[in-house]
């Protein structure tokens, strides 16, 4: 039976304080019915036998000392059906597309527990997203939790939405289903999304939870948990691939400082709550793969670095706890590089579980991406890192100080660049073409320099060794 | 069964007053500081970590949604202990030493709460042989006999270290539990496979010993440049994707500690698993047995409760201790030293107390003090020889060393593997920085490598560092100049520390033979590039040109012998191709 209680004791920020209640539990969901006689919700903060601290999730405005408290009985729990697909709800769950209410096929608690880590399957499918800098440089796996890192005003929604388009797992046919939780974004940028869903049909296998800029700023801690237990629901009950896109961590975090701050909290690094890594941990680890379940969540989180700074907070502790990151760069973004990712800081930390070709238990070989991946990848990379330092010197003494040899390197970021990192918004490169196109580039740089590829890929792959094979026999191509 | 063992001596009840997260307040309770205590109505276990007039506070280790004032809680009138006796290794336990395979089968696939399960299997019978009899003098500490745990390690069975000298007056062979009894002592202690450790309390030993025997890592810039001793401390602070838990579980894999206890506290649930999968088909270089077999795993992942993740350090080093106490060399890996602090910061935040520097507690200094001292090379209480290595992860906010976890660290421990962001990014790892980094052992290791390794390994790695330190101020010069237009010798010297950096310190952990390099091969390599330096310096002097040294085939190859099966024919062949490429090499 519910209680109800007009002992409203206090009332600060989003919090609302109430005295003399029977034993309220800690977590416990509650209703706040105001003079007027609207509604708002809340859940419980901190319960003794003298007071009980209650946060309100659309916001304390309103509410006065008359507004009575219902205490109800049960934690936050999210009514889930398989119905939910092709649904708009609001950032609390409730319908928004004018469809009818969706009928629970059950009711699960928000909060999500733990994946028990020997439950958890290695997460080790290439997932092709056709962007070269993500395939080739930092591939996503199942099972992966790969945040963008990136700044206002730059296309991290475009690039959301063209992996949420093209992501497949090859030769598995399975399409991924989408969770979608808008956190504090604009109008526009959801219509974005939304526009983008309805044109590809991508709608009809997505839910959407909105929580827009307008709306109250605390119902944001529980977007992406109604987010991801809906996508729970759809990997481990109906065997669901679910790609689940959070946008924008950053506006998430924000409402956590106020929460803390309301509470009179000994704040963190710059003003955040000191356990905001456990609670970023408590979303983040909620992608995975569980052994003896078709099902996975594989997440992909979007957050703005406020002042495009990585070390800042939020970019910082996220990436502590999530499997890489994919960072946006202004840079790029300036030199009108689309999608501008600059894949020196980025990491994909399941790359190497997903990529080239694995023996699996039994012995076989099985081929996940191509053998020279991972060298390819490394070369690259080096190489990219030594041409944009050597920019810096040119700036200082010029290209001619420059050795033959800096040169190339040079000429090879600039390459990498224009014709690794920039592709169309819809152009859909496979894996091959990916490693094809860096081999092409590689080919520009002195041979005894590509010290991280070995000569059995030199000579099947390198571009000159590849003509030559082409047209003279094998064994010629062989003796260098 | 569970209960018997996790509920011994109930003592006094009360009830819960305030639940504050992880933090519940009990009235009418009067347990001891640190004391087990259950709250609630599912019995949910914690720890009293403070009391305050009639209220006591305690930290409990699951989740505490839904749970009310008014319920009850119960005493147990014992501190957090863990069992210790066979059974530890191939183990995979959550911070509080709940087996993880028990909690599955219990709960499932999630971790929910309120299930009590022994860190050991009480069913198990293990084959004891004693190696004392009857009448024999016994301390504690003494070994009274063995069980084969695992196909590669001996269980040394020890009279508890908290029992009085005696006189054995009956011992048994044969299959028994944990639980059975297996002797008795002529004060009438019954001996058991198995004895219970508060964690908190470090196990005694005889004595501390000077650490001057290498840990032996496969790892080229750490044996070569950096070495850690067994039954040292090691501290690696880095940013997010430095290379932390790579270089961790390299050393997990490949040092030459016979025990491996490795805590996983407050990361990824995914790294865990990796582990699990990996290990069980890994084999150890030395035993050529699985490494699992060797191995206690320890997983209290970043959304498990931060209580146990507070615990799980202690839960790691008691049991590193215990194998210790048998006479093993034992290494602990601790990932993340940062993630057990802010358990720490979140609880005494949550108690209200007077914070320190940004918001930790004022004894964290402490903590991480009493922690690395449980490290340490000891004569054992039974005149053995035992060694608790400890390999600190430190995740610095914003990759910022100049902050409370990693500078109270650095105070305490005597090895410094700093990474670099730089390094991580441009794919050089380990991406350990060579001039920041520094080992304090070094030393008091010298004798070990001049005798087990030869003087040549101690002189090349001073011209190794030397060279590096050179690169380190030539570079600032290139930066204005261009590497063209300095001087040719010093050009040399660049190419040989490109060699160094490219081919010595760098190490694929990834590659089945670059991820361990024993200390001959890591000789060799140095032996290569100081040669390559010597005839470099004479081809100069003959009149050759930089640019006729620098493309030198010889190097690449030397990089690629690295991945070798057979590394030390592909040297020589290197070896002889390079006297032979400096032969014909003219004047211009
Ligand atoms: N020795 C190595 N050889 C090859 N690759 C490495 C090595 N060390 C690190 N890496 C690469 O760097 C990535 C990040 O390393 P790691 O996960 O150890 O970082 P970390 O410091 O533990 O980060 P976090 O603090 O976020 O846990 C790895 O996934 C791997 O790709
Ligand atoms: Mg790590």
Known sequence: MAREYKTISEIAGPLVFVQQTEPVAYGELVTIRLSDGSTKRGQVLDSSKDLVAVQVFEGTSGINRDASVKFLGETLKLGVSKDMLGRILSGAGDPIDGGPEIVPEARLDIIGAAINPYARDNPSEFIQTGISTIDGMNTLVRGQKLPIFSGSGLPHNEIALQVARQAKVRGSGEEFAVVFAAMGITNEEAQFFMRDFERTGALQRAVLFLNLADDPAIERLITPRLALTAAEYLAYEHDYHVLVILTDLTNYCEALRQIGAAREEVPGRRGYPGYMYTDLAMLYERAGKIKGRKGSITQFPILTMPGDDITHPIPDLSGYITEGQIVVSRELHRKGVYPPVNVLPSLSRLMNAGIGVKKDHHGNLRTLTREDHKAVSDQAYAGYAEGRDLRGLVAIVGKEALSERDRKFLEFADMFEDKVVRQGRDEDRSIEQTLDLLWDLLGHLPEEALTRLDRKYIEKYHPKYKAKAAHAPAAVAATR | ?588
């Open chain 2, 1 to 588: 069964m569970a209960m018997q063992v996790t509920r011994e001596r109930t003592s006094g009840k009360g009830t819960i007053y305030r639940i504050s997260g992880p933090v519940v307040t009990a009235q009418g309770i009067n347990s001891r500081m640190y004391d087990v205590v259950f709250v609630g109505k599912e019995q949910l276990m914690g720890e009293v970590i403070e009391i305050q007039g009639d209220k006591t506070i305690v930290q409990v280790y699951e989740d505490t949604s839904g749970v009310r004032p008014g319920e009850p809680v119960v005493e147990t009138g014992r501190p957090l202990v863990v069992e210790l006796g066979p059974g530890l290794l191939t183990s995979i336990y959550d911070g509080i030493q709940r087996p993880l395979v028990v909690l599955k089968d219990k709960m499932g696939d999630f971790i929910t709460r309120g299930v009590q399960a022994p860190g050991l299997d009480h069913a198990k019978k293990w084959d004891f042989k004693p190696t004392v009899k009857k009448g024999d003098a016994v301390q504690p500490g003494t070994i009274l006999g063995e069980v084969q745990e695992t196909p590669t390690i001996v269980h040394r069975v020890m009279v508890p270290p908290d029992a009085k000298p005696s006189k054995v007056r009956d011992i048994k062979a044969g299959k028994f539990t944990i639980d059975e009894v297996i002797g008795t002592l002529d004060d009438g202690t019954e001996l058991r496979m198995m004895h219970k450790w508060p964690v908190r309390v470090p196990r005694p030993n005889e004595e501390k010993l000077r650490p001057e025997i290498p840990l032996i890592t496969g790892q080229r810039i750490l044996d070569g440049l950096f070495p850690v001793a067994k039954g040292g401390t090691a501290a690696i602070p880095g940013p997010f994707g430095s290379g932390k838990t790579v270089t961790q579980q390299t050393l997990a894999k490949w040092s030459d500690a016979e025990i491996v206890v490795y805590i996983g506290c407050g990361e990824r649930g995914n790294e865990m698993t990796e582990v699990l999968t990996e290990f069980p088909e890994l084999k150890d270089p030395k035993t050529g047995g699985p490494l699992m077999n060797r191995t206690v795993l320890i997983a209290n992942t970043s959304n498990m409760p931060v209580a146990a993740r507070e615990a799980s350090v202690y839960t790691g080093i008691t049991i590193a201790e215990y194998y210790r106490d048998m006479g093993y060399d034992v290494s602990l890996m601790a990932d993340s030293t940062s993630r057990w602090a802010e358990a720490m910061r979140e609880i005494s935040s949550r108690l209200e107390e007077m914070p320190g520097e940004e918001g930790y507690p004022a004894y964290l200094a402490a903590k991480l003090a009493e922690f690395y001292e449980r490290a340490g090379r000891v004569k054992t209480l039974s005149g053995k020889f035992g060694s608790v290595t400890v390999i600190g992860a430190v995740s610095p906010p914003g990759g910022d060393f100049n902050e409370p976890v990693t500078q109270n660290t650095l105070r305490i421990v005597k090895v410094f593997w700093a990474l670099d962001a730089k390094l991580a990014q441009r794919r050089h790892f380990p991406s350990i920085n060579w001039l920041n980094s520094y080992s304090l052992y070094q030393d008091s290791l010298n004798d070990w490598f001049a005798k087990n390794v030869g003087q040549e390994f101690l002189d090349l790695r001073a011209w190794a560092m030397d060279a590096l330190q050179q690169e380190a101020e030539l570079q600032d010069i290139v930066q204005l100049v261009g590497s063209d237009s300095l001087p040719a010798e010093q050009q040399v010297t660049l190419e040989v520390t490109r060699m160094l950096r490219e081919i010595f310190l760098q190490q694929n952990a990834f590659h089945p033979i670059d991820t361990f390099a024993p200390l001959e091969r890591q000789l060799k390599i140095l032996r290569a590039i100081k040669r390559y330096e010597v005839l470099s310096k004479e081809a100069l002097a003959r009149g050759v040109p930089v640019r006729t040294i620098g493309s030198v085939k010889s190097k690449s190859e030397l990089g690629k012998a690295r991945f070798e099966q057979d590394f030390d024919k592909a040297y020589e062949v290197v070896m002889s191709g390079m006297e032979q490429e400096f032969k014909v090499m003219e004047a211009a």
